[in-house]
């Protein structure tokens, strides 16, 4: 799970937003933003920052700029002091304007880099640095705050500095993504290092008022700890989680870190505080099997550390895909039966250690897949993390918890633990728990689901739905199957339609959380407006000419820093109104992408020079796009697959070669898509998967299935033995019969678009509706229209890339023998077109006036 996403989820109960959008009634908003602009100043509002300074004030663009921390409860009076300050002496600053704002930046999973910034100062040069610092830190002495990872602090109080630029500008960085950046002696545009440490450009030297704050931070060690770290574990932003070795006895411990104001949970409570629970809550359980011994706690500088029983054997999540049967093509009934028969034994296990727990007194709070930890052997279960556990007297809140197991907010003691262990068994046969917060009565479905495949006790599901969502659930309980073309894709539109947002400017429907993350992202193609106007044109729904205005509206002056890519930047915005019809915008909006340096982007095809190219030469830039094709050879993608890897220049090569006849073209299309499958690897059943180190990926957007596309449109131009080979083994990595998301470039949906495109040998109608079957699992209804969760499913989505206009061009594929299709993956050439009789309720799209 990305942690991240649970920060976008409070601003609206269906779609992912940005917290900042949360209205600031009841919200902690404080005095100071609530307040008029001072006379001779002004106001502006960037995210989750609001700035102010004067009107005539002219900033340098870059310098060492002020952070100053803060905690809830001080941070009012903080503010107050520091604003009064910078107000009388004209200095400019910014701050975060409410409480919920400064709780989400120094929460327990929030950016690392970033946590603790309160309010930024911007001196105008190093003089003024220097007195300002140390006027603030006369000013704030005394006062608390989290410390600033990022930064040099300034003797022991709640003031910090960088170096840093002061205004919005950006370059790429050493993998070709755009972040932000400051100017290098020689003018050129570099990133700005924003990372857990502090660091200085190479250029910067260290102002001589600086250097005893640096020697106090170096002569910080963990000299005189009498263990030694041999690998870290985890980090949050409370601390890290580290394996270790006791120097006095030999022991391996789990060593685990507070930092002190850092790392809140809902309640308010950091790290230390949390720490400090889990202490507790383990020595009022010492002695129990299924829970780790206490063998110290110390302080060290300003961190604490609990040393804790190292628990030999795996977590629980790791077993699916270990044991769960569903990732294979065609289960046989004794496999279904014989993991039935371990899922069970497992529950009952857990089972049995949380009413040991119990027993004792202690409410877990955090019961999930990842906190259980199963022996070697199978034949025990030991609880980790209980550092939200609380003993049943305090009658206290869920504080922290995984978004699959977390509990209605009116549960309370035992029945939290009573509702996971009721998550846990639908989530060992179905493990899309994630969605029951979208909707309680998912739970049915989802145990339904479960019934029709595993052999396991009906009476066991109901029971997990009787805690989960009493009462009656709808029936049926979709408006529509999603197999049910056209009546699928009306439900899929009216869904989309329903959810638009025309009154807003960062975006017209809801989709990913990448949508905030750059500029222009809501009118992208991969996450935005562009992406959906795109779906809805291959599907054949009606044009929706309200978001195409907005797009138009939108795009007369893109916002500063829009990034250059196909999916989330100018060049696939650009295409698509091309292909709306639209051409002098889109002209337009490539003449900017032309203006921009390109020597620095990444070559790859979400968002760099391959999807640049691609569009340019859509757009007849041909000499442009024949550029690209040349900077894509001078670095190499650090990741394999369509989006990020070398399946994307392949793919401009080839469509470039389609073209030109240039067989030179082709050479090198060959030449990347070896590069791609030598990052690959053979699993169980002969499938062929992208190998990420720590995990193997058939997804079509950073997998095996996304080079596979690009392998059936080559093996049209020349015969290859090692791409025919892969081009078998990749189809079956497609036909698992359960993905964990339905996204289109990370989960089922993807699996449907290429099974129905694909001319690899061994595809039959029956594989397609396996996957639209896997895809149904995920749907959820929305204002009584069908609808899919994007990215991390906590959310719904209604993008391209991660959510229902994905899944909609993906059936649209399936019902049309695929002709709807990906951009610059039209339809194959096939010597007879497969028939999917079968497999959806067909519906002719028209294709006249299609480019691909």
């Known amino acids: 799970m990305n942690k991240g996403y649970a920060t976008f989820c409070d601003a609206d109960r269906h779609f992912y937003d940005a917290p900042h959008r949360l209205s600031l009634d009841g919200q902690g908003p404080y005095a100071l933003a609530l307040a008029s602009v001072p006379e001779g100043w002004q106001r502006h509002r960037s995210g989750d920052w609001l700035a102010l300074r004067p009107v005539r004030h002219t900033l340098p663009a870059q310098g060492w700029k002020i952070h100053v921390s803060a905690c809830l409860d001080n941070a009012e009076t903080i503010l107050s ?22 709780h989400n930046r120094n929460a327990k999973y929030a950016d ?16 003024q640095c220097h007195r300002v610092a140390g006027d603030l830190d006369a000013l704030l002495a005394g006062e608390a705050g989290p410390y600033i990872l990022s930064d040099l602090r300034w003797g022991r109080g709640p003031v910090y500095l960088r170096y840093g630029s002061f205004t919005q500008r950006h370059c790429y960085d050493d993998k070709g993504e755009l972040c932000p950046a400051v100017e290098d002696p020689d003018g050129r545009l570099v990133p700005d290092l924003r990372g857990p440490v502090f660091q200085t450009p190479d250029w910067v030297r260290l102002p001589d008022f600086l250097r005893p704050h640096l020697e106090a931070r170096q002569n910080v060690t963990v000299a005189g700890m009498p263990y030694t770290v041999e690998r870290a574990l985890h980090f949050s932003n409370g601390g890290g989680v580290y394996v270790a070795q006791d120097t006095r006895t030999g022991e391996k411990v789990v060593l685990k870190e507070a930092r002190p104001h850092a790392g ?9 505080t949390r720490l400090r629970r889990e202490r507790e809550a383990l020595e009022r359980l010492a002695g129990l099997p299924c829970t780790p011994e206490v063998h110290d706690h110390f302080t060290l500088g300003d961190h604490h550390f609990l040393a804790m029983q190292y628990i030999e054997g795996k977590p629980l999540n790791t077993f699916f895909a270990r044991r769960h049967p569903l990732i294979e093509a065609d289960p046989t009934p004794e496999s279904l039966a014989a993991y039935t028969e371990w899922a069970l034994r497992i529950h ?15 409410v877990f709070n955090d019961l999930h897949l990842f906190n259980i930890m199963v022996a070697e052997d199978e034949e025990c279960v030991v609880l980790l993390d209980f550092e939200a556990a609380a003993h049943i007297d305090e009658g206290r809140r869920q504080t922290v918890a995984n978004p699959a197991f977390v509990a209605p907010a009116d549960r309370r003691g035992f029945d939290v633990d009573r509702y996971a262990l009721a998550c846990l068994r639908l989530a060992l046969f179905i493990p899309l728990t994630s969605l029951l917060p979208l909707d309680p009565h998912k739970a049915r479905h989802l145990a339904d689901i479960a019934a029709a495949h595993f052999p396991v006790p009906r009476d066991f599901l109901d029971e997990a739905v009787a805690e989960i969502a009493p009462g009656p659930a709808p029936a049926p309980y979709l408006p529509v199957e999603p197999a049910d073309w056209p009546r699928s894709r009306d439900s899929l539109v009216s869904a989309i339609t329903t959810s638009a947002t025309p009154h807003r400017d960062d975006r017209f429907f809801p989709g990913d959380i990448a949508q905030f993350a750059t500029a ?21 729904a009606p044009r929706h000419t309200a978001a195409e205005e907005w797009l138009l509206e939108h795009t007369k002056q ?17 295409w698509t109104l091309d292909r709306l019809g639209h051409p002098e915008r889109a002209l337009e909006l490539a003449e900017l992408a032309l203006a921009r340096p390109w020597d620095d982007i990444a070559p790859d095809l979400h968002s760099g020079l391959a999807g640049l190219g691609l569009a340019l030469d859509a757009l007849g830039l041909h000499d442009a796009a024949l550029r690209c094709a040349d900077l894509t050879g001078r670095t190499q993608p650090t990741r394999a697959g369509l989006l990020h890897g070398n399946s994307g220049p392949a793919l401009l090569y080839l469509r470039l070669y389609e073209r030109t006849g240039d067989t030179g073209l082709l050479d090198l299309a060959a030449d990347a898509l070896r590069r791609d499958l030598d990052r690959c690897v053979r699993g169980a059943g002969g499938t062929l998967q992208v190998d990420e180190g720590w995990r193997t990926m058939p997804y079509l957007g950073a997998g095996s299935v996304g080079i596979g596309m690009v392998l059936d449109d080559f093996a049209a131009h020349r015969d290859d033995d090692r791409f ?8 079956r990595a497609a036909q698992a019969t359960f993905y964990a998301q339905p996204g289109l470039f990370r989960g089922a949906a993807g699996m449907v ?19 639209i079957d896997a895809l149904t699992r995920h749907a959820v209804p929305y204002q009584g229209h069908l609808a899919f969760p994007g990215e991390q499913m906590m959310r719904l989505s209604m993008d391209l890339s991660t959510g229902t206009a994905g899944c909609l061009l993906a059936l649209g594929s399936a019902a049309t023998d695929g002709v709807a299709q990906l951009p610059f993956l039209p339809p194959p050439r096939r010597p007879q077109s497969r028939s999917q009789s079968g497999t959806v309720k067909k519906h002719t799209v028209p294709t006249e006036g299609k480019r691909s």
Do not use: N, W
């Open 724 to 731: 025919a080979q892969a081009r078998t083994e990749i189809v």
């Open 112 to 127: 690392r880099a970033a946590s603790g910034k309160f309010i930024t100062v911007y001196p105008a040069d190093d003089e």
């Open 264 to 272: 809140l949970a809902a309640d308010g409570a950091d790290a230390v």
């Open 81 to 102: 002091r520091t604003a009064d300050y910078c107000l009388t002496h004209g200095i400019a600053f910014k701050f975060v304007p409410s409480r919920y704002l400064l």
């Open 348 to 362: 009952r296990l857990v089972e049995e250690a949380v009413e040991a727990v119990h027993a004792r007194g202690v």
């Open 520 to 540: 222009a992202g809501g009118m992208s193609l991969g996450y935005g407006a562009a992406g959906v106007l795109y779906a809805l044109a291959e599907t054949g």
């Open 558 to 574: 893109p916002p500063s820093g829009s990034p250059l890519g196909l999916y989330d930047g100018l060049a696939g915005i650009a």
């Open 753 to 771: 678009l290429y099974l129905s495109r694909t001319t690899a040998p061994g595809v039959q109608p029956a594989d397609v509706r396996r996957q």
